[in-house]
Nanobody, 115 residues
Framework: QVQLVESGGGLVQPGGSLRLSCAAS????????MSWYRQAPGKERDFVAG????????KYADSVKGRFTISRDNAKNTVYLQMNSLKPDDTAVYYC????????WGQGTQVTVSS
């Protein structure tokens, strides 16, 4: 079965950095695009970044362009989200998403940006 497990969240000061990881299993990881979403308290879950199956094509929400970088390591079945210049508005639960016939989500990892 498809499993997505996020890690790397935490508390960081404004201007700081974090790297999120999402370990995937249960499907042929290298054949599928992957994406990151986030959900702040009281708000909808929004797209953050996406990457094609082989990695050359990426897409970002306007709010994170130039600050976040999505990447993947198909040998490790893992997708990453490098987050730099973090702002309090980036505070949210971050989810890894895969579409493998159906939409699958990880359990999420909390990112809190606060001084």
């Amino acid at each position: 079965q498809v499993q997505l497990v996020e890690s790397g969240g935490g508390l960081v000061q404004p201007g700081g950095s974090l790297r999120l990881s999402c370990a995937a299993s249960g499907f042929t990881f290298s054949s599928y695009a992957m994406s990151w979403y986030r959900q702040a308290p009281g708000k909808e879950r929004d797209f953050v970044a996406g990457i094609s199956n082989t990695g050359p094509t990426t897409k970002y929400a306007d709010s994170v362009k130039g600050r976040f970088t999505i990447s993947r390591d198909n040998a490790k079945n893992t997708v990453y989200l490098q987050m730099n210049s973090l702002k309090p508005d980036d505070t949210a639960v971050y989810y890894c998403r895969a579409f493998v016939g159906s939409i699958y989500w990880g359990q999420g990892t909390q990112v809190t940006v606060s001084s």
